[in-house]
Nanobody
Framework: QVQLVESGGGLVQAGGSLRLSCAAS????????MGWFRQAPGKERDFVAA????????YYADSVKGRITISRDNAKNTMYLQMNSLKPEDTAVYYC???????????????????WGQGTQVTVSS
């Protein structure tokens, strides 16, 4: 049984930083890509960032480029999202997701991810 558990969310002032973590269990073997998505109230769940198994390839939404860094530690089965220079518009529930993906192909649509966490709230005050 696959389980993804996010942590690290919270309330932060604009310009501040947070680091989200996603602990994965039940994902056997290697070759799965992981990603972060976010959903603000009344809006769609949007792509934020994704990373291949090898960490060789990453991809970011334009809205977060230069402020957010995705990384993973396969030995710990954990993925991270370092968020700096946070803005009020970054306020959302952040979800981690995983899917098996070959080579350096990096899924960017939520429909391509099979496994999801329950989400962690990030609130950025102005």
């Amino acid at each position: 049984q696959v389980q993804l558990v996010e942590s690290g969310g919270g309330l932060v002032q604009a310009g501040g930083s947070l680091r989200l973590s996603c602990a994965a269990s039940g994902l056997t073997g290697s070759g799965y890509a992981m990603g972060w998505f976010r959903q603000a109230p009344g809006k769609e769940r949007d792509f934020v960032a994704a990373i291949t198994w090898s960490s060789e390839t990453t991809y970011y939404a334009d809205s977060v480029k230069g402020r957010i860094t995705i990384s993973r530690d396969n030995a710990k089965n954990t993925m991270y999202l370092q968020m700096n220079s946070l803005k009020p518009e970054d306020t959302a529930v952040y979800y981690c997701a995983a899917t098996y993906s070959s080579g350096n192909y990096l899924p960017r649509s939520r429909y391509q991810y099979n496994y999801w966490g329950q989400g962690t709230q990030v609130t950025v005050s102005s």
